[in-house]
């Protein structure tokens, strides 16, 4: 069965992976007053969002892909000859756009008996998703991209991926509703600086530090007590919102302070519907194991 695989554009993949793999991708939408821009998965649209926040004095809204660009998508494979659609989202607790997606695609395999589509909520974001989307290209290649492997997959990557987020301000994800009132005002009111993560598909706090020199440390830590025999084949990712040569040189110097053997992941530069909820300056770093060699079932 032809297969295509489609993603929404929080996925915040490399241009040329997109390219290379045929991935077909969605955009999310920032909305500011005067103008709206299309999310491009591939970043490089940050430096234009901040300076227009800051000219604005206010935070756009971000939403989930219009129905019909959705339409659009799944037409043009249709059109194209596929006749099973994989399409991956973003973290249901991030966005509406797992759920407004699985209506489009019901209503439209009800128009088109000769489409199945099958809709996946990821339960993440960013590198974790793509780092998703790629092993399910692979398990479609091994013809072995059974929907139970396909959940098998999302289950192992967004349930046991260590990731840290470190954000310079609290405000945008308060704006935005991602974090309590009460963590935003302690935060800001007495300097402290949360160390973030992404747990059960949404943001949760790790721990509190009394400066980002020490939220750095704290993940060197983390990452030093990392059991190399609990992790055969550990994958290590670092993405940004605007701090790319930050972000590059602590993602070498924290492989190359540890004496574990690890696969490189691109470092990425989160686009501008997760930039918008996290503000300029905000750093990630984390780790995963590789998900094991796929069965054929």
């Not at 098998?152 to 967004?158: T, W």
């Not at 574990?260 to 930039?275: D, M, N, W, Y």
Request: net charge neutral; glycine share 4%; with cysteine.
């Amino acid at each position: 069965m032809k297969t295509a695989l489609v993603i929404d554009s929080s996925f915040y993949m490399p241009e040329k992976i997109i390219k290379d793999n045929n991935f077909k991708v969605i955009p999310l939408t920032v909305n500011f007053p005067q103008i709206s821009y299309q999310e491009l998965n591939y970043g490089g649209q940050n430096k234009e969002l901040f300076e227009r926040i800051k000219k604005n004095k206010t935070l756009p809204k971000t939403s989930q892909p219009t129905p019909q660009s959705v339409l659009d998508t799944y037409q043009e494979l249709l059109d194209q000859g596929y006749q099973r659609i994989i399409s991956l989202h973003i973290s249901s607790k991030l966005s509406g756009t797992y759920q407004g997606i699985k209506i489009v695609a019901d209503q439209f395999m009800e128009d088109n008996d000769a489409m199945k589509i099958e809709v996946y909520n990821t339960n993440t974001v960013a590198q974790v998703a793509s780092i998703i989307t790629l092993e399910i290209k692979q398990a479609i290649e091994q013809d072995v991209a059974t929907p139970d492997e396909i959940n098998n997959i999302i289950k192992h990557y967004s349930e046991n991926t260590e990731i840290y987020i470190l954000v310079d301000n609290l405000d945008y994800l308060l704006y935005g509703g991602r974090i309590p009132a009460a963590l935003a005002s302690v935060g800001n009111l007495f300097g402290i600086v949360p160390l973030l993560t992404l747990k059960n598909g949404e943001i949760d706090k790790v721990k509190n530090n009394r400066s980002k020199k020490k939220a750095i440390e704290y993940i060197f830590e983390q990452f030093d007590n990392v059991n190399q025999d609990r992790y055969q084949d550990l994958i290590f990712l670092g993405a940004c919102t605007d701090e790319d040569k930050i972000i590059k040189k602590l993602y070498k110097n924290i492989i190359n302070q540890s004496n574990k053997q690890v696969k490189e992941h691109p470092v990425t530069e989160f686009g501008i519907v997760l930039s918008t909820h996290l503000g300029p300056k905000t750093i990630a770093l984390g780790w995963v194991d590789k998900y094991k060699s796929h069965k054929i079932i």
